[in-house]
């Protein structure tokens, strides 16, 4: 049933994305930016200008990077900063399910469709994998729920529609960290790899695959505390830690191969190129000249990054074009940004100090065993201080601070949407603490067999869906409930109005 509701939920979200961004996308004019926007491949057909019209918000910004990539094929320098799953699922939908349509419509047309539809259904997706992940390292349904309803209102709402890779990212990301907390380890590397082939901070995943085996091993060895012989207790000493060391070092690699592969592909096209300027469009190359983009010529010198004793092609791009950086954002200028980043940091630092206040002692061990010699490890105990809960808020905590220091600070909110669930959870977890409207008692229908004197049982009320609930009583709600779905409901509308029309988002 909660599946159910959380899937409604999502898809009416997806819905009222589409058609509002549309609405606002021909009401205000959009912004003269200093983009990439390369020159279009065919001339329009019947269909185009409709499906310009509509879905034509979704194709600004670092989407018009996507579409290049998944028409043209990668050809400039800084177009390799956008890794490639991505373009390839847009390419593959326009070339398969929509490829019927080629007669009205020209392929930048169908992948602007599949952009539409490809995200809508990989949000659905996300979702999903949201909630089960909830449910199973919450142990608390009603958290796990209420967190999923927030997800569908995500802050980062336009990148999770446009032509962006957030919904593949969080699709594969949460999907991959639910298959690991059952126990499925080959399937969730496997996901959490064609992760990394999405987005770099896949790589950040690889520590789910060393944590989680080493917390499982030191629960098998203390098992073993009892076992008398001494040689069957060295052998099975020396399975586990050989076990542990194999899956560390198999999940590593598995998790950084899309990442390896596709920056030597990167050195092969500049630092060993075997393209002409010849066989580029002449309109291509133009631009380059234009706007002093870099191109592939096997005539030309190879570029400096090249002589460089690790020659990553992603690390070049992120200095150079973005200048990306420890503390290059720390100027006067981008206090506007550091504002609009500020509520997604609130949120992150808040989950690391309350995890912390609760359980100062599990964090200074990191949550591996419990205190004491005669103690048994930590038993699951249900909600936001799960025990299971530890690893999920140290990997946002790390993500927080990477962004906050090293990035473009108002890209933070979408960067943690859909890199971790906890700005979700810690969301969930005060609605439900301090939200009197989700605190309501209801007594049981029936007190058919109680014995006497025996306390009557309750039980915590939940609407289907909390979070429509909450909003259809707005004046009632709380103060922490009004700035926390404030919060998610301004930056949903604010980042459909002003990303879809060129002006500046996070």
Not at 265 to 277: A, N, Q
Request: glycine share 6%; proline share 7%.
């Amino acid at each position: 049933m909660d599946v159910k509701t959380v899937l409604q939920f999502a898809a009416t979200t997806r819905g009222l994305s589409l058609l509002i961004q549309a609405l606002l996308n021909a009401a205000i004019p959009d912004h003269e930016a200093d983009a990439f926007t390369p020159p279009r491949a065919e001339e329009p057909r019947l269909l185009d200008p409709a499906v310009q019209w509509f879905l034509g918000g979704l194709s600004h910004w670092d989407a018009e990077h996507f579409l290049f990539i998944a028409e043209r094929g990668y050809l400039y320098e800084h177009n390799y900063a956008f890794f490639p799953l991505f373009p390839v699922i847009l390419r593959g939908l326009a070339e398969t399910v929509l490829r019927p349509l080629s007669g009205c419509l020209t392929l930048r047309g169908r992948l602007l469709l599949a952009v539409a539809l490809g995200n809508s259904a990989l949000f659905l997706l996300s979702v999903v994998a949201l909630y089960g992940l909830g449910r199973v390292v919450l142990q608390d349904r009603r958290l796990a729920l209420v967190s999923s309803l927030l997800y569908c209102l995500t802050p980062a709402n336009v990148f999770m529609m446009a032509g962006y890779s957030e919904s593949l990212f969080a699709a594969l990301t949460f999907g991959g960290l639910f298959l690991l907390e059952r126990g499925y380890t080959l399937r969730a590397c496997l996901a959490l790899s064609i992760a990394t082939a999405a987005r770099a901070n896949g790589l950040v995943n690889v520590g789910f695959l060393l944590y989680l085996p080493l917390q499982q091993a030191l629960s098998k060895i203390w098992g073993l505390r009892k076992d008398n012989n001494r040689h069957h207790k060295c052998f099975r000493y020396t399975w586990i830690v050989a076990r542990l060391l194999f899956t560390a070092a198999l999940g590593t690699a598995v998790i950084a191969l899309p990442f390896l592969v596709f920056q030597y592909y990167g050195y092969r096209m500049f630092c060993t190129p075997s393209l002409s300027l010849e066989q580029v469009s002449p309109v291509l190359i133009q631009l380059a000249e234009d706007k002093g983009y870099r191109v592939p010529d096997e005539n030309a010198p190879p570029p400096l990054w090249c002589l460089r004793p690790l020659p990553l092609l992603y690390s070049h791009i992120q200095d150079v074009y973005w200048d990306v950086g420890f503390l290059r954002y720390f100027q006067l200028k981008q206090i506007p940004n550091f504002l609009l980043a500020l509520p997604m940091a609130t949120l992150g630092m808040a989950a690391a100090y309350m995890y912390y206040r609760a359980n100062p002692a599990r964090c200074l061990r990191l949550g591996l065993w419990d205190g004491g010699a005669n103690k048994r490890p930590d038993k699951p105990t249900p909600g936001f201080y799960s025990p299971r809960v530890f690893l999920y808020v140290v990997h946002a905590t790390m993500l927080l601070g990477f962004g906050t220091f090293c990035m473009h600070v108002q890209v933070l909110t979408r960067f943690l949407s859909s890199s971790t669930p906890v700005p979700f959870w810690i969301s969930a977890h005060l609605l439900l603490l301090y939200e009197p409207l989700l605190q309501r008692r209801s007594p049981p229908t029936s007190n058919k067999g109680q014995q006497r004197g025996t306390p009557r049982t309750v039980f915590l009320y939940l609407p289907q869906n909390p979070i429509v609930h909450l909003l259809s009583r707005w004046r009632t709600c709380s103060i922490p409930t009004r700035w926390i779905l404030g919060y998610f409901i301004s930056y949903w509308l604010m980042g459909l109005a002003l990303h879809c029309n060129f002006l500046p988002w996070t």
